[in-house]
């Protein structure tokens, strides 16, 4: 979704100055969906579908005052959901402003997992606070509740730290680094680094394929053994290639 603003910022830039001033009023709102193809579904550099591909889509509402609200979903494997259907859905809003340069993002993100009877506490609540500045942008999350089951770990936090670069109208490249600090500690210790270096290229009608390498590191041996190796012995937090291929419309 960022590739496809990047593009869009980039292709007004060639307009001339004339049908620039002849465009219409900003609606009142807009509604967009996306949806996309994966190799791998990785949340924050942890694979929730077994190192298999995933399905994802959504939808989203933004209003010109900088109010937004949307959902999105993605099959996930059974230990993800356990007892559940095999479905995350993400729903969340917020708003959005711009002091001068710096544009700001204030909202309030819900994970679900539908049909979990065995752990309905699974699901996390999390409040974020991001901002912006040219190509950077920075955003901090914090839970409400546990942290995706883990008892006592209200309050854990995420440091997402990212940059996109573009290098022409169809080419794009994404930096990512982010820090998850669990409030927990011994076996339920589940701190960890996350890096991602992607590649965004667009092709005709809104679709943009992907490439991204994804790294995981400063993981204790808790998180390895018991948060982030299934049962099967597929561990999740092994370092990776991603491929996608997006389409927003």
């Known amino acids: ?11 007004a830039m060639t307009l001339p100055a004339l049908a620039q001033d002849k465009k219409g009023p900003e609606p009142d709102y807009t509604i967009t969906g996306n949806f996309g ?38 099959n996930v494997a059974d230990w993800a959901n356990t007892s559940g259907n095999g479905q995350e859905i993400d729903v969340y809003g917020g708003v959005k402003y711009s002091v001068g340069p710096i544009g700001l993002d204030l909202g309030y993100l819900a994970y679900i997992y539908p049909g979990n009877d065995i752990n309905p506490k699974q699901g996390t609540r999390e409040w974020y606070l991001g901002a912006a500045y040219g190509p950077v942008s920075y955003k901090f999350s914090r839970t409400t509740g546990n942290w995706f089951g883990i008892a006592n770990s209200s309050g854990s936090i995420y440091h997402d730290l990212s940059a996109t670069f573009p290098i022409n109208e169809d080419l794009s490249v994404l930096l990512h ?39 995981v590191s400063s993981l204790s041996t808790a998180a390895k053994t018991n948060g982030f190796t299934t049962t099967a012995g597929v561990k999740l937090y092994e370092s990776g290639a991603v491929i996608s291929l997006t389409k927003t419309f």
């Open 1 to 11: 979704m960022k590739k496809t603003l990047v593009a869009l910022s980039l292709a």
């Open 37 to 74: 193809l994966f190799s791998d579904y990785r949340f924050r550099g942890i694979s929730q579908t077994d190192k298999k591909m995933a399905a994802q889509g959504g939808f989203d509402f933004a209003h010109k005052s900088g109010v937004y609200l949307g959902t999105w979903t993605s």
């Open 177 to 215: 680094v982010g820090k998850q600090d669990v409030k927990a500690s011994g076996n339920d210790d589940r701190d960890f680094t996350d890096s991602k270096l992607q590649i965004n290229y667009s092709l005709k009608d809104g679709f943009v394929l992907g490439l991204a390498y994804i790294n």
